[in-house]
T-cell receptor, first 113, second 112 residues
Framework: GEDVEQSLFLSVREGDSSVINCTYT??????LYWYKQEPGAGLQLLTY?????DMKQDQRLTVLLNKKDKHLSLRIADTQTGDSAIYFC?????????????FGGGTRLMVKP | GAGVSQSPSNKVTEKGKDVELRCDPI?????LYWYRQSLGQGLEFLIY????????KSGLPSDRFSAERTGGSVSTLTIQRTQQEDSAVYLC??????????FGPGTRLTVL
């Protein structure tokens, strides 16, 4: 099955850019997702990218996909203290059996004032 | 609009008891997923419902786990004879299409 790996922790200063990285093993993932989880809360869908794209921008968020290296990144511009959370990348197969997501272990982003 | 809701938000039970966890998906969403988030295993897929089709149970960890979805809407995840390793946050997600899933706040289950 799919393996998805993320670094555990990232610390940045408010106003800087954050880059959270993810690697995956299964190149047949149809979609790749970024979710945000704040303490005690569920998963909030931030953005996703279709596997035939290499970049997607949505306001302060930029997703880059390198299919050759099976590497996905999420860049948050002008990081704010409210961005402090755990960020999960996930891959989805989207076949007739549904779109079960395989998640990475999550990257804890800490934003210092 | 209303998102995915789950109840209860917290459940503490004794080892060996049965528990039922409920998920109310977003109205009109045909697909419903259950996941489990635990410290040791991260986020794992459990079961998937799509419309009236037979569910995909490939992620259920044992036969003590079962789920049903009545009328294509509300879903109940049942864990029989709970064990301490069942302690986790159980997350439900619903999806209008095959590309996006929206998650509920989860039910934190603690088995003593």
């Amino acid at each position: 099955g799919e393996d998805v790996e993320q670094s555990l922790f990232l610390s940045v200063r408010e106003g800087d850019s954050s880059v959270i990285n993810c690697t995956y093993t299964d190149s047949s993932s149809t979609y790749l997702y970024w979710y945000k989880q704040e303490p005690g809360a569920g998963l909030q869908l931030l953005t996703y990218i279709f596997s035939n794209m290499d970049m997607k921008q949505d306001q302060r968020l930029t997703v880059l996909l390198n299919k050759k290296d099976k590497h996905l990144s999420l860049r948050i511009a002008d990081t704010q203290t409210g961005d402090s959370a755990i960020y999960f990348c996930a891959g989805g197969m989207n076949n007739n059996a549904g779109n079960m997501l395989t998640f990475g272990g999550g990257t804890r982003l800490m934003v210092k004032p | 609009g209303a998102g995915v809701s789950q109840s209860p938000s917290n459940k503490v039970t004794e080892k060996g008891k049965d528990v039922e966890l409920r998920c109310d998906p977003i109205s009109g969403h045909t697909a419903l997923y259950w996941y489990r988030q635990s410290l040791g295993q991260g986020l794992e897929f459990l079961i998937y419902f799509q419309g009236n089709s037979a569910p995909d149970k490939s992620g259920l960890p044992s036969d003590r786990f079962s789920a049903e979805r009545t009328g294509g809407s509300v879903s109940t995840l049942t864990i029989q004879r709970t064990q301490q390793e069942d302690s986790a946050v159980y997350l439900c997600a619903s999806s209008p299409t095959s590309d996006t899933q929206y998650f509920g706040p989860g039910t934190r289950l603690t088995v003593l």
